[in-house]
């Protein structure tokens, strides 16, 4: 054996037997799930992460479908996904699940029509057709009708949907659903699903570099990374009949108009999609974070108690700013009260805001 | 034998030789073993799908989440034929850069071009994705494509329109992606090619290009053959660049300018939302199919070779 290597060893065994940095209870909690949300969890848990030193939180973006399976296997402490569990997967595991929504998402039509400065208005049932195959150029006069004004070249209509499963292809086809009995009749709702007409591309990055080398695609993306890349989006009419511009107060507007349909008692699972509320953008979604109704470790399970409201009140400055809609503040009281029915050994875990 | 042994005479396996022995036997046995249980767990995670859907699954097309309906024969064609696309534009693009490497390139070219053809192979596949995406198919568009429709336009290989994403990027980005294999392996074969086969050609009078195609060439078959297959089984398993360029669309069609999709990009776009376990399961269905073509292609290429070289010419042997 060399010297070298005697003294890595060395070096590696003083590191291994140092004594490890002096903090209380070290509670480690881990997660995974939605790729959506990923860039403001990890920015929570990190801003988290320098308030509380005794927490370690870790979040892994492996996909709501990798999220919900290791949710119910109970490899993770919490779960993190874009379209909620089906009621046969919430039996499957006995109903332990809450839904809490930590903010919103919004999902929007971008296009590739070069030389057009203004928007290009959209109504639900044009969109639908749209990706339905029936309409299958710009120059249509259902679009030409509802966008006076914007001079709509004769061009085919190339449709870019989503390659990979999303929880962004999910929020688009659940709205699509909504409003078209035919889309829903034909395709559906779902993370992937069988497309009539178009080209797939992987990930947002994927649909925009479809659609900006393709000229007269029209594609959606989510509105975090249409607004960071000032890509041109749709503007949509909603169930009140007024044009919106995706925006995130539009967003936060729309979870606003569907908390009228929610009921203080909702378990969270709701499409907010085609929401009423005059000023709503209507293709809009919570994310969800997954936590048990019960666990069997009361320290664990409050410290991620506390961490999921620090981030439902505290943490939601932070979302307008990466581009995430933050939730309604009226939501808040709802989620309080789903948040204290979480027992472990039968007794609740976090009784209210002041518990730390 | 009444003397005594001298010490350093052979007295049989000593226990390090027979632990050195067990040790490598061992680790000999770990590739087999870890292919057999790969095989065996995909067959184990596609049985729902087996059983739901019965063969049918290889040659219906369509493909629905929504409905927990499934059918990979869009996939099967798309990965056959963007592959076949691919060889037919790589190799004699690949094989002529060997042939001009070994035989026709001056001396102080030889090595720059080889080690660039060979570094094609060192480009991530995402990057090839990426040019693919904002070179590749903006001059398909504009140069390529519209002369190709003018005088093909009338066969069912170039109709319909081009969108930009479909088979015909695919096959191209592939070709380029399985050049530097073909043409790095045909070029070791090619010098491995006695120079007295080479002489005997030149000295019955025949051309350098005749000594190539009547001597060289057919020395060397069965290590070009066994070239192309490894450019195959490349290109059958690629991933990220042919999603990002293929379009992605569970469809067949003859025509080369429409989209397509292929099983290795299905199974790595679909997994992580593979919400329910029958979706699951059809995607490793998928990847069951994608594991027995990949096996079955290079079992054939092994027969083709012993079939057409016996073991006498270059480079059988290393395959």
Same mark, same amino acid.
């Given at each position: 054996?060399?010297?070298?290597?005697?003294?890595?060893?060395?070096?590696?065994?003083?590191?291994?037997?140092?004594?490890?940095?002096?903090?209380?209870?070290?509670?480690?909690?881990?997660?995974?799930?939605?790729?959506?949300?990923?860039?403001?969890? +990890?920015?929570?848990?990190?801003?988290?992460?320098?308030?509380?030193?005794?927490?370690?939180?870790?979040?892994?973006?492996?996909?709501?479908?990798?999220?919900?399976?290791?949710?119910?296997? !109970?490899?993770?402490?919490?779960?993190?996904?874009?379209?909620?569990?089906?009621?046969?997967?919430?039996?499957?595991?006995?109903?332990?699940?809450?839904? %809490?929504?930590?903010?919103?998402?919004?999902?929007?039509?971008?296009?590739?029509?070069? =030389?057009?400065? +203004?928007?290009?208005?959209?109504?639900?049932?044009?969109?639908?057709?749209?990706?339905? =195959?029936?309409?299958?150029?710009?120059?249509?006069?259902?679009?030409?009708?509802?966008?006076?004004?914007?001079?709509?070249?004769?061009?085919? %209509?190339?449709?870019?949907?989503?390659?990979?499963?999303?929880?962004?292809?999910?929020?688009?086809?659940?709205?699509?659903?909504?409003?078209?009995?035919?889309?829903?009749?034909?395709?559906?709702?779902?993370?992937?699903?069988?497309?009539?007409?178009?080209?797939?591309?992987?990930?947002?990055? =994927?649909?925009?570099?479809?659609?900006? +080398?393709?000229?007269?695609?029209?594609?959606?993306?989510?509105?975090?990374?249409?607004?960071?890349? !000032?890509?041109?989006?749709?503007?949509?009419?909603?169930?009140?009949?007024?044009?919106?511009?995706?925006?995130?107060?539009?967003?936060?507007?729309?979870?606003? =108009?569907?908390?009228?349909?929610?009921?203080?008692?909702?378990?969270?699972?709701?499409?907010?999609?085609?929401?009423?509320?005059?000023?709503?953008?209507?293709?809009?979604?919570?994310?969800?974070?997954?936590?048990?109704?019960?666990?069997?470790?009361?320290?664990?399970?409050?410290?991620?108690?506390?961490?999921?409201?620090?981030?439902?009140?505290?943490?939601?400055?932070?979302?307008?700013?990466?581009?995430?809609?933050?939730?309604?503040?009226?939501?808040?009281?709802?989620?309080?009260?789903?948040?204290?029915?979480?027992?472990?050994?039968?007794?609740?875990?976090?009784?209210?805001?002041?518990?730390? | 034998?009444?003397?005594?042994?001298?010490?350093?005479?052979?007295?049989?396996?000593?226990?390090?030789?027979?632990?050195?022995?067990?040790?490598?036997?061992?680790?000999?046995?770990?590739?087999?073993?870890?292919?057999?249980?790969?095989?065996?767990?995909?067959?184990?995670?596609?049985?729902?799908?087996?059983?739901?859907?019965?063969?049918?699954?290889?040659?219906?097309?369509?493909?629905?989440?929504?409905?927990?309906? @499934?059918?990979?024969?869009?996939?099967?064609?798309?990965?056959?034929?963007?592959?076949?696309?691919?060889?037919?534009?790589? &190799?004699?693009?690949?094989?002529?850069?060997?042939?001009?490497?070994?035989?026709?390139?001056?001396?102080?070219?030889?090595?720059?071009?080889?080690?660039?053809?060979?570094?094609?192979?060192?480009?991530?596949?995402?990057?090839?994705?990426?040019?693919?995406?904002?070179?590749?198919?903006?001059?398909?568009?504009?140069?390529?494509?519209?002369?190709?429709? *003018?005088?093909?336009?009338?066969?069912?290989?170039?109709?319909?329109?081009? @969108?930009?994403?479909?088979?015909?990027?695919?096959? &191209?980005?592939?070709?380029?992606?399985?050049?530097?294999?073909?043409?790095?392996?045909?070029?070791?074969?090619?010098?491995?090619?006695?120079?007295?086969?080479?002489?005997?050609?030149?000295?019955?009078?025949?051309?350098?290009?005749?000594?190539?195609?009547?001597?060289?060439?057919?020395?060397?078959?069965?290590?070009?053959?066994? *070239? &192309?297959?490894?450019?195959?089984?490349?290109?059958?398993?690629?991933?990220? *660049?042919?999603?990002?360029?293929?379009?992605?669309?569970?469809?067949?069609?003859?025509?080369?300018?429409?989209?397509?999709?292929?099983?290795?990009?299905?199974?790595?776009?679909?997994?992580?939302? *593979?919400?329910?376990?029958?979706?699951?399961?059809?995607?490793?269905?998928?990847?069951?199919?994608?594991?027995?073509?990949?096996?079955?292609?290079?079992?054939?290429?092994?027969?083709?070779?012993?079939?057409?070289?016996?073991?006498?010419?270059?480079?059988?042997?290393?395959?």
């Amino acid at each position: 054996m060399n010297r070298r290597l005697l003294i890595t060893i060395g070096i590696a065994g003083a590191l291994a037997c140092a004594p490890p940095p002096p903090v209380a209870a070290q509670v480690r909690l881990n997660g995974a799930g939605a790729t959506f949300p990923n860039i403001i969890y +990890q920015n929570w848990i990190l801003t988290y992460n320098q308030k509380f030193d005794n927490v370690e939180i870790n979040y892994q973006s492996i996909g709501s479908g990798g999220g919900i399976r290791q949710f119910s296997e !109970k490899t993770v402490d919490f779960g993190g996904s874009d379209a909620p569990m089906t009621d046969s997967a919430i039996a499957a595991i006995d109903g332990n699940v809450l839904h %809490i929504p930590t903010v919103l998402g919004a999902v929007v039509a971008t296009y590739n029509l070069p =030389g057009l400065a +203004q928007a290009v208005r959209f109504t639900p049932d044009v969109l639908a057709d749209i990706f339905l =195959g029936k309409i299958t150029n710009w120059s249509d006069a259902r679009l030409t009708s509802i966008n006076p004004g914007v001079t709509l070249p004769n061009q085919d %209509i190339i449709v870019v949907h989503r390659s990979d499963g999303s929880g962004t292809t999910y929020v688009w086809v659940d709205y699509l659903t909504k409003v078209s009995p035919e889309w829903a009749r034909r395709v559906g709702r779902g993370t992937s699903v069988n497309w009539p007409v178009g080209l797939g591309g992987r990930g947002n990055e =994927g649909v925009t570099a479809t659609t900006r +080398q393709t000229p007269g695609a029209i594609g959606y993306v989510e509105l975090g990374y249409a607004l960071i890349n !000032k890509m041109p989006v749709g503007v949509v009419r909603n169930k009140s009949g007024n044009w919106i511009t995706p925006s995130l107060e539009s967003v936060t507007a729309a979870a606003a =108009g569907a908390m009228r349909d929610m009921g203080s008692d909702t378990d969270f699972r709701v499409s907010i999609t085609d929401p009423s509320g005059a000023q709503a953008y209507p293709i809009a979604s919570f994310t969800w974070l997954l936590v048990r109704k019960q666990y069997p470790d009361a320290a664990k399970s409050r410290e991620l108690v506390t961490f999921v409201w620090w981030a439902l009140t505290d943490g939601q400055a932070k979302a307008a700013g990466l581009g995430y809609a933050p939730l309604p503040a009226a939501l808040r009281p709802w989620i309080q009260a789903r948040l204290t029915t979480i027992t472990a050994g039968g007794r609740p875990v976090w009784t209210g805001p002041s518990t730390r | 034998m009444s003397s005594p042994e001298p010490r350093w005479t052979l007295r049989g396996p000593n226990t390090g030789d027979r632990a050195y022995r067990v040790v490598l036997t061992g680790l000999a046995l770990v590739l087999p073993l870890l292919i057999l249980v790969l095989f065996a767990q995909l067959v184990v995670s596609a049985l729902p799908a087996i059983a739901k859907f019965g063969p049918s699954f290889l040659w219906t097309s369509t493909w629905d989440p929504v409905a927990e309906v @499934y059918g990979a024969a869009p996939m099967i064609f798309g990965t056959l034929a963007s592959s076949f696309l691919a060889l037919l534009i790589a &190799i004699p693009l690949a094989v002529g850069v060997a042939i001009f490497l070994t035989e026709f390139a001056p001396r102080w070219l030889r090595q720059p071009v080889a080690f660039l053809v060979e570094l094609l192979a060192a480009i991530p596949s995402v990057v090839y994705g990426l040019w693919g995406i904002f070179v590749l198919i903006p001059f398909l568009r504009a140069h390529v494509v519209p002369p190709l429709k *003018a005088v093909l336009g009338w066969t069912p290989f170039f109709q319909g329109a081009f @969108y930009g994403n479909s088979l015909l990027a695919g096959g &191209i980005i592939l070709a380029i992606m399985v050049v530097p294999y073909i043409a790095a392996v045909s070029r070791e074969v090619l010098l491995a090619v006695p120079s007295s086969q080479r002489e005997a050609a030149l000295a019955m009078g025949a051309t350098r290009w005749e000594a190539v195609r009547s001597a060289v060439l057919p020395y060397g078959r069965a290590g070009i053959i066994g *070239a &192309i297959i490894l450019g195959l089984g490349r290109s059958l398993g690629e991933t990220m *660049a042919v999603t990002m360029v293929i379009g992605n669309r569970h469809d067949i069609g003859l025509s080369a300018l429409q989209p397509a999709y292929t099983m290795a990009a299905a199974i790595a776009n679909e997994f992580t939302e *593979a919400t329910t376990d029958m979706y699951l399961s059809a995607l490793f269905e998928v990847g069951l199919i994608l594991f027995i073509i990949t096996v079955a292609v290079n079992a054939l290429a092994r027969l083709l070779i012993w079939r057409v070289a016996r073991g006498a010419a270059v480079g059988s042997r290393a395959l």
